[in-house]
């Protein structure tokens, strides 16, 4: 059986949109960045996420019913940083609306959800968490990619992605840059390719 530090090597290389999650407390805002984001049902508009059980936010997320998924765009590196960092006040001097329920929400994302917990269960040493889509915005730019990550010390490449009617060109190492609204089957193929 593979144990923790096998499987942290083996999946090392997966390419993942860099996430930050986001709730409101009776105590303030609360967020952190995430790399266990996916669509769980397009037909129910449900998607997923995992939160360490270790995660110094893990009540604010169990105690409340809504929580924001944001996308980072390729220019908001220093964003998704911030909010892996555990130990300071993320959102001091960080310009946020507020959406449902009092959602923080940040703008100028490659994509955000705005959602409600439907369930929770136990997922090892995270909690998977599901939610119902209720909101979601899109914008024209490209999203921030992290691939061979050194789990938590930052981001090796910043991709453009867009969808290629071209076979021969999906199966190049190289993604042209831009972008398309349906940019997460894209992400998803090329990190089977790859």
Not at 11 to 40: E, H
Not at 60 to 73: L, P
Not at 140 to 163: H, M, Q
Request: glycine share 8%; charged share 20%; hydrophobic share 40%.
């Amino acid at each position: 059986m593979l144990n923790g530090p096998d499987l942290e090597k083996a999946v090392k290389n997966l390419a993942a949109a860099a996430t930050v999650i986001t709730t409101s407390t009776s105590s303030g805002p609360v967020g952190l960045t995430i790399n266990s984001f996916d669509p769980a049902s397009l037909d129910s508009s449900l998607v997923r996420w995992a939160l360490n059980k270790s995660a110094e936010c893990l009540d604010a997320f169990t105690d409340n019913t809504h929580f924001a998924i944001h996308i980072m765009a390729f220019d908001q590196a220093e964003l998704a940083r911030r909010f892996a960092t555990e130990g300071v006040d993320k959102f001091f001097g960080v310009p946020f609306d507020t959406g449902i329920e009092n959602l923080p929400l940040f703008s100028g994302c490659a994509l955000r959800f705005q959602c409600r917990t439907t369930l929770t269960c136990d997922g090892g040493d995270h909690l998977i968490i599901l939610g119902e889509v209720l909101d979601y915005e899109t914008s024209n730019k490209p999203a921030l990619i992290f691939n061979r990550r050194n789990l938590g010390k930052g981001y090796d490449i910043v991709l453009g992605l867009e969808t290629v009617n071209d076979p021969a060109a999906q199966n190049s190492i190289e993604a042209p840059s831009g972008f398309t609204r349906d940019f997460m089957p894209y992400l998803l193929g090329r990190t089977h390719f790859q």
